[in-house]
């Protein structure tokens, strides 16, 4: 006498298998299996001089671009209308200087929008070491607050941390409050 399979065996096996394959596809639509890479740097850009606190002008692939620092504020000190600027700025705008003087080189890093209304070019600057970001190192310092534009807000939760940390130490602009 032959045996002859259970047909609900082979259709238990066929569902499992087909119940994993969907739990597989589903956790790779989730993410879970995805590697978020890194964003993308452009540079090294030559650094030509410092406007202020939150805007520098870099050599980029031959032009001379202005480019503003997303996400950071940092206290006026070339503000047309001379009553707004502070010495705050002032020591900020010089902090920067410092910082870059001896820079051969930044790289930058975009965000959703690469220029504001004024043409500028909005970007996390970093130092030439490729490390050290010059938007958080501000923050850090208290020479800046945090201002977010959106849609350019990829590391606003980092920054107010930092700004946050500045705040309770006292630090720069956050001495006096």
Not at 46 to 57: L, S
Request: aromatic share 10%; no cysteine; hydrophobic share 35%.
């Amino acid at each position: 006498m032959k045996h002859k399979r259970k047909p609900k065996m082979r259709r238990g096996r066929y569902t499992t298998r087909l119940l994993f394959f969907f739990v597989l596809i589903l956790l790779g639509m989730t993410g879970l299996f995805r590697q978020e890479s890194a964003p993308e740097r452009f540079g090294p850009y030559a650094v030509e001089r410092v406007i202020d606190g939150d805007t520098i002008v870099a050599d980029v692939d031959g032009r001379s671009e202005t480019i503003r620092l997303i996400g950071v504020d940092a206290p006026e000190s070339v503000h047309p209308d001379r009553s707004r600027n502070t010495a705050e700025g002032k020591k900020a705008a010089e902090y920067v200087r410092s910082l870059l003087e001896d820079q051969q080189e930044i790289y930058i890093e975009y965000d959703v929008s690469e220029r504001d209304r004024y043409h500028r070019v909005l970007a996390y600057v970093y130092l030439q070491d490729g490390k050290t970001m010059l938007n958080e190192h501000l923050l850090k310092e208290g020479y800046a607050a945090v201002m977010t534009v959106q849609p350019n807000s990829r590391y606003a939760d980092d920054f107010y941390k930092l700004q946050r940390k500045a705040r309770e130490e006292k630090k720069g602009i956050w001495s006096s409050k």
